[in-house]
C-alpha cells in the first residue's frame, strides 16, 4: 500500500499550511508515470529551440509525440455571457527546458476589461490510463495497453519540460454575466527559460447571457465520495479537517450546475466497489431493550455543507436495497457493530427498516429536507424493486424514489421521483414528457460497460460534451454517472482500476483539480442550456424565419440521438455551436 498524499508533505509544506491557515489542500510535486511510448518517439524533425502553438481543444497530446500541429498564434472564441470557454496552448522541445511559464494578459475591448480573474492558465498533467477492452471486467495493469494521457489540470506558477516532451496549457475564460458585448483581446505569454513567445486570445461576447450554474435545469447528478477525500488527505472523516478538504473538490461541482447531494442510510451500499468504501453517514444503534436510535451528525453536516455550496435541489439517499442486501448497526451494550442481512421481503427487512423510516422522515421534517429526498436504488432488479416501491409506499409515503434503471424495467414505476436509465436503454419521449408534466425527473447514465459517449481517461475530450448532446437529442432531462471522486490508490498519476476501465472511477482530481474531462462535460451542460433558451423563444415565434430557425436547431440536436460514436464529432461540435451563437 503506497502512503497517502497527505503524508507525503514536505515538513516545511504542512507548517505553511498551519501558519496561514489556507483553505485550499497542498501537494507535494509529483512525477507523472514513465511513458511506455517514449522509446518510440522520434524527434529528429524538431527544431532546436522550442515551439509554442495554440491547438485544438479537441486532441489530446502524446507526451513523447513530436506534434504534427502548424503554429498558431491566435485563437478566437466566442461566448455567451456567463459562459465558460477554453483553449489550449501547446508546448514542446527537444532540448529540455527548466522553467515554463504561461501568463495571460485581461481580456479587453474598446467597451471596457474583463476582471484579471477572468482568465486562467493551467498546466495540463499526465495521468496512466488503458483502454476500453471488455469494459467492465477485472483488470491487470499488464493485460491492458498502458497509454500516458493529459487530463489533470493543475495550478502551478510554472513546470520543467524534458527533452523531447509536450506540455499542454489549457487556457480558461469566465465571462462575466454582466460583461459588455464586443470582441476582447489578451495577450498570452509563454516564457521558456526566460525566453518569451507572446500569442492572443480573442474572446467575441455575445448579447446572450447563460444563467447562473445553480439555475441551469439540466439535471446533472454525479456521485460524490466524501470518504475517498478523507482517505487521501490523511484526514479524520467527517473532522473539520475532512470538510475543509471536500470544500474545493465539490465548490467544482456545484460550479457546474450539480443537483443531487449522494449520501448514504447505512454501511456501504456497493459492498465496497472502489478503493475506498462509504463511510457511515448515520449511525444505527440498537438498545439493551431493543430500542432503536440514530446518529444523524455525519448525515446533518454533509447535506448542509453541500447545500451551501449551491447543490440543493434533491437529496439521494442510498439504499434500502443494498447490492449485498447488508446492513450493521452498534450494539449499545458491547458496542461492536452487528451485521445483519436483510433480504427484501423477509423478517429482517421490515425489523431494520420499519423504525429508521419512522425516525428518519420526523428527522427529514424537521430539518426541512423532507420534500427533496429521495430513497435510491442502484440496478437492483425489478422483484426487489417493488418490494421496496411498496414497502415505502406503506411505511413511508412522503420519502421520493430514485433508481437506476439497467433492467429496462421503468415503465413498472411510473411514481418514481427520478428515474435514471442505462443509455443502452430506449425510453419513449412520450414517457418522458408526461413524467416531466408530472414534475418527474428522467436522465440517462454511462458507466464502464458504454463505449460512447463515456468520459473515461483515455476518451476523446470530445465525448464529454456529446454526453450532453445526447442527452438533449434524447429528451433526457440531464445525466448521471456514478463517480465524481472514487479515487484510485494513486489517482494524481495513475487513474487505472481493476475492474474498470481507466478513468470510470473519478472526473476530477485531488485539492479540488479539474480534468480536460470535467471542463469538457461542463462546456455540453453550457450547450444544452443555450438550446432550451432557444427553443423558448422560438416556440414564441409563428413567422417562417421561426419555423426555419426551429427546423435548424432541430435538425443539430437530433444528429446527437444515437449511441455509436461519430467519426465526424469534433466538426459536428463546431458547427452546432456556430449555430447556437447564430439563432
Excluded at 492 to 515: E, I, K, M, Q
Excluded at 549 to 557: D, G, I, M
Aim: charged share 25%.
Amino acid at each position: 500500500m503506497k502512503p497517502t498524499l497527505s503524508l507525503l508533505l514536505p515538513a516545511a509544506a504542512l507548517l505553511l499550511a498551519a501558519c496561514c491557515g489556507t483553505h485550499r489542500p497542498v501537494f507535494p510535486d509529483f512525477q507523472e508515470m514513465a511513458d511506455p511510448e517514449a522509446a518510440l518517439a522520434d524527434w529528429s524533425a524538431a527544431p532546436d529551440t522550442p515551439c509554442v502553438s495554440f491547438v485544438t481543444t479537441d486532441r489530446r497530446f502524446a507526451k513523447s509525440q513530436l506534434p504534427d500541429v502548424a503554429p498558431q498564434t491566435a485563437c478566437r472564441l466566442t461566448a455567451w455571457r456567463g459562459e465558460r470557454v477554453s483553449a489550449q496552448v501547446l508546448v514542446w522541445s527537444a532540448r529540455p527546458v527548466e522553467r515554463i511559464v504561461c501568463t495571460a494578459g485581461r481580456l479587453t475591448s474598446a467597451a471596457g476589461r474583463l476582471p484579471a480573474e477572468a482568465v486562467r492558465t493551467r498546466f495540463v498533467r499526465y495521468v496512466m490510463s488503458d483502454e476500453f477492452a471488455c469494459g467492465c471486467c477485472a483488470r491487470r495493469p499488464e493485460s491492458f495497453a498502458a497509454v500516458l494521457v493529459p487530463d489533470m489540470l493543475d495550478e502551478r506558477p510554472a513546470m520543467a519540460l524534458d527533452a523531447c516532451t509536450v506540455r499542454p496549457v489549457w487556457i480558461t475564460v469566465d465571462v462575466p454575466q454582466d460583461a459588455a458585448p464586443g470582441c476582447y483581446r489578451a495577450p498570452v505569454t509563454v516564457a521558456c527559460d526566460g525566453c518569451e513567445r507572446r500569442l492572443e486570445l480573442e474572446v467575441e461576447v455575445t448579447g446572450r447571457r447563460l444563467p447562473a450554474p445553480s439555475a441551469w435545469r439540466y439535471h446533472l447528478d454525479l456521485w460524490q465520495h466524501p470518504a475517498a477525500v478523507a482517505r487521501v488527505e490523511g484526514a479524520e472523516p467527517w473532522s473539520d479537517a475532512h470538510f475543509e478538504a471536500l470544500r474545493p473538490v465539490m465548490k467544482l461541482l456545484a460550479d457546474a450546475g450539480q443537483k443531487v447531494v449522494t449520501a448514504t442510510l447505512n454501511k456501504d451500499p456497493w459492498n465496497n466497489q472502489c478503493h475506498d468504501p462509504y463511510a457511515d453517514m448515520i449511525v444505527w444503534t440498537k438498545g439493551a431493550d431493543g430500542a432503536w436510535s440514530y446518529d444523524y451528525t455525519a448525515f446533518d453536516r454533509w447535506v448542509a455543507f453541500m447545500q451551501e455550496l449551491g447543490v440543493a435541489k434533491q437529496i439521494n439517499c442510498y439504499s434500502m436495497l443494498p447490492w449485498n442486501n447488508e446492513l450493521h448497526y452498534r450494539d449499545a451494550a458491547t458496542g461492536a457493530w452487528v451485521e445483519v442481512r436483510a433480504e427484501p421481503g423477509q423478517p429482517a427487512f421490515e425489523q431494520m427498516w420499519r423504525p429508521f423510516l419512522a425516525d428518519f422522515v420526523r428527522h427529514l421534517e424537521a430539518k426541512g429536507w423532507l420534500e427533496k429526498c429521495c430513497i435510491a436504488m442502484d440496478e437492483r432488479s425489478p422483484e426487489q424493486m417493488e418490494i421496496a416501491a411498496a414497502f415505502l409506499a406503506e411505511h413511508a409515503p412522503q420519502l421520493g424514489i430514485a433508481l437506476a434503471d439497467n433492467h429496462d424495467s421503468y415503465k413498472r414505476y411510473p411514481q418514481l421521483r427520478d428515474i435514471c436509465v442505462s443509455a443502452r436503454q430506449d425510453v419513449a419521449r412520450g414517457d418522458i414528457a408526461a413524467r416531466r408534466a408530472a414534475g418527474l425527473v428522467t436522465t440517462y447514465y454511462v458507466c464502464c460497460s458504454h463505449r460512447y459517449p463515456n468520459m473515461f481517461t483515455f476518451s476523446d475530450p470530445a465525448e464529454a460534451t456529446a454526453a450532453a448532446w445526447y442527452a438533449v437529442a434524447n429528451d433526457y432531462d440531464g445525466f448521471l454517472r456514478w463517480a465524481y471522486n472514487s479515487w484510485t490508490e494513486d489517482p494524481l498519476r495513475d487513474s487505472r482500476f481493476r475492474t474498470w476501465p481507466a478513468g470510470d472511477t473519478y472526473l476530477v482530481y485531488p485539492g479540488g483539480r479539474s480534468s480536460i474531462r470535467f471542463e469538457r462535460l461542463r462546456e455540453g451542460i453550457q450547450d444544452a442550456e443555450k438550446v432550451r433558451i432557444l427553443r423558448c423563444e422560438l416556440s414564441c415565434g409563428s413567422s417562417a424565419d421561426a419555423t426555419a430557425k426551429r427546423a435548424r436547431l432541430e435538425a443539430a440536436v437530433g444528429s446527437f440521438a444515437g449511441r455509436e460514436p461519430l467519426d465526424d464529432l469534433h466538426e459536428r461540435l463546431a458547427g452546432v455551436r456556430r449555430l447556437l451563437n447564430e439563432l
